[in-house]
Structure formats: C-alpha cells, structure tokens
C-alpha cells in the first residue's frame, strides 16, 4: 500500500510500495491560485474537458469527448462489493469481434437491475481463442449458469478467409448460437443511456458494475469517446480503439432488453418452424449451398442451388442444355 507522507492544500507526497517517491502538485498548491477569480479567469475559452486536461489532476479525462458523459458516475454505477452471481436466471453475454474480440458477462435480474459481472478481452487473437479461454477460466466463476448470447451481427459473415461465420464458431465451441444483436449505433447507445440514468423507488441505481471490469470502467471514464475533428466539432460516432470492444460487446444485450422490456430471445429448436418469421437469411459455412434464418432457424438451400436444380429440371424434360453444363450440374450431384 501507497502511505502518504504529506497531505497539504494541492500538494501531496508519497511512497508507493516499489519504493519511488511521489511528489504529486496541483495548481492550489500557490495561495494566488485558489481563487475563484483566478479560476474564473483561467477557465476563459476552456471548456469542462479542457479545463480538466490542463489542469485538474483528472487521470481519466482524455482526448474527445467521453461518449456516455451525462450519464455514467463512478462513484454511482461501480459496486462496492462484489455483485453476486444468481444462479436461478440466465448469464447473458454479450460479444464483439475482430482481433480484439470482447466478452461482457451479466445478469438482468427479477428486480429490474442489470448487474455486470465480469469482462474478457483478447488481443489479436481470434473468436475460437477466446471462447477457449472463456471455457477453462470464466464458465467455472458460473457453476449451473444457463447462458443466452448477444453478438455483433457481423459475427454472422462469412469472413474472406475462413468459410465458417464467428457466430458458427461460437456454437461449435459453446454449444449454441448467439442472438444476432442490434447495429444501429443511436439505438445501442440511447439502450445504455437509460440503464445509466434508471433507479429504483429507493433510488438505488439500475445498472451495476462489479470493479473488476477495469477496460469497461476507463471507457465509460472518457476512453471511449468521439474523435475531434476540428475545435468543437467531434464525429457522430465512437472512435474505434482498445476500448471500444467491450463497449459494443455491453451494447448488444442492452438493446435486446430496454428498460420495461423483457429479453429478445432465439426460439426454441421446438418453436422453429412454427412462427411467421420475415426470414433474413445467412450463408451457412457449415453446410455447403445451404442458408440459415438467424431469427427462426430454418435451414434451405441457396437460391443459386435451387436454380441448378431448375435448370437440371429442364434439362431432363426438355434437354435444353448443353453436355457441358450437364456435366457440370453432375459434378455437383444435381443432375443424374
């Protein structure tokens, strides 16, 4: 532990436990500085960042501006104590990919309270790693836990490499599919916003962060933020950097359960089949020529292979087509 040797009106000196010693001075630390005329005339052309950058000993405040600023406080929205794991109702987590792939794991409990319980973040790495790792050192801190899974919807493209999706991996690794979650950035935003700013009758806070998210925390903090472009003007969207992921991975199970709302859920393997579904379909990368609805399930073949099988069709009953093509279709299966 730090012990402080001297605790004085801006200025302030330790030793860490390494053994330096720390001689940390603010700008009260001169009597003609502690005004608030001498501030009033300091802060002139700044504005609160600014003014925190400058001068104030604010570790967090960073370039930009912080995306969730008017909502999230530190001291309101990170536990005390250790949020405690509720083996009666589902783990949601939620995912994000790329190189720096995230997992948020939570809990929306029957209280109305979203209490977030741990993170895990890889670096440059690959989904199938990360679920690997999630397995040997996180499912084990939820001995029980039914899991239901909220992800990038791009986890649901073929990549340029590999035929398989991130959302296939997923299921191979983890044994079920992930909910396609939300994109549209004004939606994940405004979702988080709300659990930010709810509380209870009590005035007890809705949404809850166990201490150990330290990346989402520094986010929430001002790391997460929009980019300046020119003097007072920022981009309309978060700049994507090392703490963003898990931000976007927060985001997903958020806009699948907004406040008064109840969970979007997958089916069931029962209910599939079974349900008006406005079908959007998806590439399988686990069956050739096959394409998924994320939303009910129901697997057909691709429209590219239902028209080989017309033109196979038409070749038995009318033999329009070419040898060649014939030959072609054979080589597929589709013709005999």
Wanted: net charge negative.
């Amino acid at each position: 532990m730090s012990v402080a040797l001297t605790d004085q009106t801006g200025l302030r000196e330790w030793t860490t436990d390494a053994g330096f010693h720390v001689l940390q001075i603010h700008y009260t630390a001169d009597p003609d500085k502690r005004s608030e005329e001498w501030k009033r005339q300091a802060r002139q052309g700044l504005d609160d960042l600014g003014w925190d950058r400058e001068f104030e000993l604010n570790w967090s405040s960073v370039e930009g501006l912080p995306v969730f600023r008017h909502a999230w406080e530190s001291e309101v929205h990170v536990a005390k104590t250790p949020l405690a794991y509720l083996p009666e109702i589902p783990v949601v987590r939620g995912w994000d990919f790329g190189l720096m792939p995230a997992c948020v794991f939570s809990q929306f409990t029957p209280g109305g309270r979203w209490n977030v319980l741990a993170e895990v973040q890889g670096l440059h790495t690959g989904i199938r790693s990360l679920c690997r790792l999630i397995k040997a050192e996180y499912l084990p801190r939820f001995p029980g836990a039914k899991y239901e899974d909220y992800c990038d919807p791009a986890g649901f493209s073929q990549s340029q490499t590999d035929e398989k999706t991130c959302a296939e991996i997923m299921a191979e690794e983890l044994g079920q599919w992930p909910n396609r979650g939300i994109q549209t950035w004004t939606e994940r935003y405004d979702a988080v916003s709300e659990w930010l700013r709810g509380e209870t009758e009590d005035g007890t806070p809705l949404f809850q962060m166990n201490s150990c998210c330290h990346i989402l925390k520094q986010g929430f903090e001002g790391a997460y933020h929009y980019r300046e472009m020119a003097e007072g003007r920022f981009k309309e969207e978060p700049e994507k950097n090392r703490f963003s992921h898990l931000q976007d991975a927060l985001q997903y199970p958020a806009t699948c359960n907004r406040l008064g709302q109840g969970l979007v859920l997958h089916p069931t393997p029962e209910q599939r089949g079974k349900i008006d579904c406005p079908h959007e379909w998806v590439e399988s990368g686990a069956v050739a020529g096959m394409r998924v609805c994320w939303r009910c399930g129901q697997a057909e073949k691709n429209e590219a292979d239902l028209e080989l099988e017309a033109l196979a069709q038409r070749a038995d009953r009318f033999g329009e087509i070419g040898e060649d093509v014939i030959d072609h279709l054979r080589e597929l299966g589709i013709y005999r």
